[in-house]
Each structure stands twice: as C-alpha cells, then as structure tokens.
C-alpha cells in the first residue's frame, strides 16, 4: 500500500513550534542573524512560460528578500512569507528558458542559502494523486504532462493513458538529477492486459534516471509505471515524470563540431526524430546543451554536444585499421561512433619531429555509454602512448613526436562494447595552460558578509600548464561590498581572500564573477571560479550527484553582534618556531556566545591551532607554528571567526601579512648520557645566521621528570652553550629524544621565538655496589668451570688417541701373510 505523502508536515510543526517559542526581541533578531538554509523546493520544477508558486521549507527563512537563480530565464515576482521555517515565492519562468535543474538559493535579510535545484520543463504540470497502486486505481493522465510525484518505501505510481495504434510514446523521468537523495528511478509500460511492453533504468543520457521511447501496438488503454528499481522510497524520492509524444533521442551524430558552425544533428534512439539543423555559438567552447525538437514539440531535457576551437571531421567508415584511417589535420578533432561489437576507429594524421599535442576524447562527459579507450601510434608502427579514464571516465593522451611521419590515434570501448548510441567527440590540440578558481566544497560557493563587517573563505586556483603569481578581481559584488587579496604566490595555489560589508550596506546579493589572471601582463592567462557542489552522497561521502556553478554567491546580512581582528606581527615566524597571534573580539550588545577562531589559511609549512574566547575574553592568543622547511617569504593571512547567534554565523578578520622567515640562531644539541644520581653537562653548538641586537633568553626544555636545569642567554658573539643538569636518582632510567633548545630574541618589543632540532639525553641505571661474599661465590664458579672445561677436552683427547691406535692395529694386522679376507 501506498503511504501517506504528508511527509513534511511533522517536521514543519515542530519547527515551526521551535521558532514560535523565540518570543523576546532578543532572540528573535539571534534567529534572522544566520544564514537560510534550504531543505526543499516545492514543487520539484514547473513548466515554462508562465507563473508558478514555490515553496521553499528549510530553517531559518523569515525576511526573504530574493532568489538568486544561476541560470537566466527565471526571475521572482514576489514573496508570500510563512513562518521561520517555510516561505513562498512567486517565480516567473520564460518561455524560452532551457529545460532542466536550475540552481537556486533563497536570500533572507541574514544571508544567502545553500543551492538547491528547481527543474523547468516545458508539459503542463500534474499533482500526483493517491492512491494510484495498481491498474484499478491508476491516476488518468492526458499527455503531454509532467507529473510531480513522490515513491513512499514499496510504493507503485501507476498512471493510465490513451493511445493509437502506431502512436509513439515517449517517457522521461527525473528523479536522481533533482539532486534530494538517493533514488534509482525505472520506469515501465503495461498494456490493459498487464503485458510489460517496455522498461528502462539508467539510460546513459539521463544518468541513473530513465528514459524511453515506444511505439503503441493497439489502440487502447496503457499504464506508465514509476517506482524505486528496489521497491524502495521514502518521502524525498521525489520525481517528475514527463510522459508525451514528444522528440526523446538517446545520442546524437556528430557529438560536436567547430564554434561557429552549422551542423546537421542527426538523433539517435528515436524513431520520430531524425535531423537537425544546428548552430553552434561562436564565442564559446565546451559543452553545449542542444534541445531536440520535432514538429514544434521539444524535448524535456536537453542532449549535449561539444564546441571544438579547431577544425572538425567526421568519421568515414570503414576506418578500422591503419591503411582506412580517417584523416584529419592536427590540430584538429572528429566525431565519430563506436557503432557495434569489437569496432575499432582509426584517424590518421602527419605530424613532425618534437611536436607535443594532447589528444581528448569525450563520451561520458556527452552522456555517452561508450567507455573509451583512447591510444596513439607510429603508422604501421609501434604504440606512444595511451589512456583510460584521466578525465574521469572520459580517456587524455599527452605525446611528443620522435619523428616526421604519419601517426594513428585509435578508439575503442574498454569491453569492447558498441551500438549506435556510442558516440564521441575526439579533440586533438598542443598543450594550452589553463586556469580554474575554486572554494572549500561545504561553503557551496556563497558567503554572507554581515554590515559592518567582514567574511573571509579561502580559494584554490588549480594552474595547469603553467606556473606565476595571480592577481585576483571580482565584479558584480552588492552594494556597499569590496574585496582585499593579495597576489597568489607562484609557489602556492591556496590564498585567502576577505569581503567586507560598510556598516551602511542594506542587504543585498549577487552572483559575483570572480576571475583570477596572469600577474604578468604580458602573459594571457585568465581563469574564472568552476565550483562542483555535492548534493547527493553515498557511504564513505561519495557524491553521486553534483551540480557546477561558475559564480560565486555573495550576500550581505544583517549585522553581528560581535567582530574579529588580528593584530599583524612586526616579527616574523621563523623556521622551526612558533608566534602567538593576538586575536580582539568585540562584543556588540549582550551577546556572550563562545567565539572560536581558526586561521583561514595556513601558508606553506605553518601550522595553526583553535582559540575559543568566552564572554569575558575580549583577546587571545592563536598559536602558529613554522616546519623546517616552511616557505619563506610574506604570506596574506586571515582568521575566521564562528559562534552561534540563532544559528551558526561567520565572520573574518582584515587581510594581514604574516612573514616567514630563516631562524636568526641554529642549535645543535651534543648527544648526552649520564646515569641516575649523576649531575651531567649538555653541550649545544650555536651558529648564528641573522644579527640581532641585545641577548637572547636561551631554555633547554623537553627534559625527562626529575631532571632539571637553568636557563641561559645568548648574543650575537655567542658559539656555544653549557647547559648543567641536576639529575635526580628517581629521574627515570632510558633513552630521551624529546630535547630542544628554546631562544626568544626580541625586536620591536615582540618575541621570535626560535626552536632547535631535538636532541638525545640518556640517562642508565648505575651499578650495583660490590658484594666480597657474591664475588667470591662468582670466582670459584668460574674456577669450577674452567676445571670441568679442563676435563672434558682431556676426556675428548684420550678418546681420540684410543681410536688412533685401534685403527693402526687394523692396518699393522691387514699388511701380515694371511691376513685381511680371502677372495674367492
């Protein structure tokens, strides 16, 4: 039986229950001080051209002021506020706005949302209607339509049609790219008799959803079938299940084409979909989403092709082996299928001596089910290289040239497989740099900077082919909003970077361009953010469904009752050291949460720990450590600080410099040894690297218990140090590795703190004092022994004698007349 779909309700109630308990002012304004958060869209998509209200359910959603939607095509009309927990939105969505998930984010006065996905499609949209288990109480549906439904655990949604004989159906279901949990949708179609007619479950273009095309033999009544493939569900499995006779190719030939051209589409799959006309953009690369389209009817989800910089062929069979290889010029690309069993396609083209190109092939990337093997050769000749799965599953081949001549790139599926919908895209180009911007996964590229204050995150820049310094820029920020970074070094690719908010700034947001660029100006190398978020994992976090963005949204919220700040070092941290890094907090109001503070960034080589400042702790130390071989050099630095006001909220430190530096004094630590009881001297070497001024207070710290010293000075003049330890006789017996030299040189009022390699301290048990009776016990046993020694070895030589005779007796009888054996 099917089970009730009013899922949401419980956790609505008591949500809600929980935000009407905050009655005081104060905790009101706690509670729309952190940031929404976005649990569900509902309904799961609509169709396009018209006006629809969403209702979006989550925590903290009271004041909504916009919906940021990373796609165009969609804008809000205006807000119908419920409650804290649950608010409503009237979105218009535009007739031609491409079909399929779109993300978007809800911004309150406090902040901006998480993303969620919010599918557009292009039938009238129908409410799943229980019960509609079996073929007695299926739901009558007349297509075209999309149907919003939910599986329940065990659940059957069974919707029945009317169709002509010769008619084809189409059925598409989304489930899984909605991106709410995991659900393996499959699909089915039953005649009135209860025949199954056709099923699908992971078609390749549509992922782990399903997707179908079927000619109707009759005319008659017939059942479309939606559940979980295991017969499981819950009230997140929730669909959309588009049923019409409507275009629904699986692939598409050829798979891409150059920028700028017209092309010739030809659909593969469906047997009412044909060709094509196709333009490719002319200012983009890339994938490129082409909506089939028959009769003015268009598909519910679109079919990706590739935009190639280069010239394109297209593969002419046969090409299966060297000498009917498909030429093409390099650089260069082709397009071609992998169409039945064991096929093998070959492209040939001239290439010179020393020449390095990069050959990619895309097919899984194009929803492909071809798992490509992709492998380059001499003609006629031996192997260079090959590849399977760099690129994800898709195949990339790097090779150099050893000669002029003709070479032969091959491509076949990894198990030979084939069919017509193994198609694919081969691209072959010199190595090009590339530059990609990036945010820390759980912060889903957004941040909310409160007014008045600052938001820091850190970002990766992920260089390929290339190596310098990059200067970074944003564009589009909200009002009141500006940016501080500092140059990414050539030697890094993470760097942290603060927004800050004036105190004037009404909330606002945007989706921000963030670009990053060659600090040369000579070198044209720019990169923009290409975030990957995770919407839906397995076991161990394994994402089994994300999304991609390439801007990053950015809010301004209200203000927080509380900001962070460091104070830059006028010292540096040297190598091998530590700096303590004070950390101010002020508190705005009666806010007396615990403030934790962590460094955003640590440059390379440093290591930092966790401060948490209780109310009465307006200031604190961050402890920072340097390895051996930290990176030396000025380093941007920021801290990020957290606590709970209503929920969790972040704020950020200014941009500061942190300067790495050498150590100004070297220790090296004279391996010691002693015993218990024993006073003993440690000697340490002292070399000095950087002059300083004044002496440096000098301690032996990492001692065993109950062994002691004092501390020393040094100064610029100073080689070598005697350290004197009173060695206790309960002082614990072994060997002691965790030894150091500590010294603090001082300038500008403010500790360096230098710390040596460890040294050895061995500390042995004395002998014990001498015993006359157990010595004497000891000498005549020793004497004992070397007697029964003594007697042994006599007994073993008279033994040895005895059998020397006896055998010189054989031999004196054998050499007598008549002596020894007759022979006969």
Known sequence: MSQPRSMLKPLRNALAGIAHFQIAARAALALAAAPPQIHDVLPRGAQRGREVVVTFVGERLSDPQDVLFHRGGLGLIRFEPVDNVQTRAVLRIDADCLPGPVGVRLRTAAGVSNLRLFSVGVFPDVAEAEPNNDRDSAQSLTPPATVNGVIAPEDVDLFAINGAAGETLAVEIEAMRLGDTVFDP???????????????????????????????????????????????????????????????????????????????????????????????????????????????????????????????????????????????????????????????????????????????????????????????????????????????????????????????????????????????????????????????????????????????????????????????????????????????????NQTPIVFEAAADAAP??????????????????????????????????????????????????????????????????????????????????????????????????????????KADQPRGLLPLNASEGAAVGKWPIAVTATADWGGPVATSSQLATLEVAPPFLDFAIARTRTETGKPVVVAVKVTQTTPFDGPARVELLGLPPKVATTQASVTRETTSLDFALAVDRQAPVGWHGGLFVRAVVTRDGEPIVHQSPSGLLIIDAPLPPPDPAAEAARAEARKKAEEEKARQKAARMAAAEQRRQEREAKRAAASQPGGGESRK
Request: glycine letters at 10%; charged letters at 20%; aromatic letters at 6%.
């Open 508 to 613: 606002a947001g945007s989706l921000v361009d963030l670009r990053a660029r060659h600090a040369d100006e000579n070198v044209k190398i720019e990169g923009r953010l290409f975030q990957t978020i995770d919407l839906v994992k397995i076991l161990n976090d394994v994402p089994i469904v994300q999304t991609s963005v390439d801007r990053l949204a950015v809010a301004v919220g209200t203000p927080l009752p509380f900001r962070v700040s460091l104070v830059e070092p006028k010292v540096p941290l040297v190598q091998r050291g530590i700096l303590e890094l004070p950390i101010e907090i002020e508190r705005n109001g009666d806010f007396k949460g615990d403030v934790t503070v962590r460094m955003i960034w640590n440059p390379p080589g440093v290591g930092s720990g966790t401060l948490t400042l």
């Open 186 to 492: 499959r699909i089915a179609l039953y005649d009135e008799t209860g025949r199954e007619l056709a099923s699908a479950d992971d078609t390749p273009l549509v992922r782990q959803d399903a997707a179908m095309v079927v000619t109707l033999p009759t005319a008659g009544r017939y059942f479309v079938e939606a559940r979980e493939t295991a017969f499981g569900g819950s009230g997140a499995c929730r669909y959309r299940l588009h049923v019409g006779a409507f275009p629904r190719p699986f692939a598409v030939h050829p798979a891409g084409g150059t920028a700028g051209a017209m092309l010739t589409a030809n659909w593969i799959g469906d047997p009412t979909a044909t060709t094509q006309p196709v333009t490719l953009p002319a200012d983009s690369s890339g994938d490129f989403p082409v909506l089939p389209v028959r009769d003015g009817v268009v598909a519910p989800s679109a079919v990706p092709m590739f935009i190639s910089a280069f010239p394109a062929a297209t593969e002419t069979e046969p090409n299966e082996n060297d000498d009917q290889a498909t030429a093409i010029t390099v650089p260069g690309g082709a397009a071609g299928i992998i169409a039945a069993r064991r096929d093998v396609d070959c492209y040939v083209f001239e290439g010179a001596k020393g020449q390095v190109w990069e050959a990619r092939l895309f097919a899984r990337r194009l929803r492909s089910p071809l798992d490509a093997v992709l492998s380059v050769r001499r003609h006629k000749g031996g192997g260079l290289a090959g590849n399977d799965d760099a690129a994800g599953p898709d195949p990339v081949v790097r090779f150099t040239l050893p000669e002029d001549g003709k070479y032969v790139i091959e491509v076949r599926d990894l198990l030979f497989k084939g069919g017509a919908e193994f198609t694919y895209f081969l691209e072959v180009g010199s190595i090009t740099p590339a530059l990609v911007l990036s945010t820390p996964p759980e912060q889903e590229a957004r941040v909310t900077v409160a007014a008045g204050n600052r938001a820091g995150m850190l970002l990766t820049a992920t260089r390929r082919d290339f190596g310098g310094p990059l200067n970074l820029a944003a564009t589009e920020l909200p009002a009141g909003v500006s940016m501080a970074t500092q140059t990414v070094a050539a030697n890094v």
